[in-house]
């Protein structure tokens, strides 16, 4: 089992930055890969980027490539996921999740509320 956490969402005005984090706890040596998903109000969840945990390859939605990006610490007693997210607009406002596959089992956090006012 893993535990993730995220942290650091909160309210911005448009063009600001915001940078979240999950951290994960458990059967961290489990992970190989991490990942961002969001979801807005009345839309599907959606996935952010995604990052390799062992070598920190990484690759993120077309759509947001050069605004948000993703990266990792895992050194030990971290294992820590980022989510650095620039030039913010209104419509990345969305709760945004961090997801875990492990062994076809896909674990998630409780998401953090991420509001961008314009």
């Known amino acids: 089992q893993v535990q993730l956490v995220e942290s650091g969402g909160g309210l911005v005005q448009a063009g600001g930055s915001l940078r979240l984090s999950c951290t994960a706890s458990?059967?961290?040596?489990?992970?190989?890969?991490m990942r961002w998903f969001r979801q807005a109000p009345g839309k599907e969840r959606e996935f952010v980027a995604h990052?390799?945990?062992?070598?920190?390859?990484?690759?993120?939605a077309d759509s947001l490539k050069g605004r948000f990006t993703i990266s990792r610490d895992n050194a030990k007693d971290k294992d820590t996921v980022y989510l650095q997210m620039n030039s913010l607009v209104p419509e990345d406002t969305a709760v945004y999740y961090c997801?875990?596959?492990?062994?076809?089992?896909?674990?998630w956090g409780q998401g953090t509320q991420v509001t961008v006012s314009s």
């Open positions: 458990g059967r961290t040596f489990t992970i190989y890969a």
């Open positions: 997801n875990a596959p492990i062994a076809g089992t896909d674990y």
């Open positions: 990052i390799y945990w062992s070598n920190g390859g990484s690759y993120s």
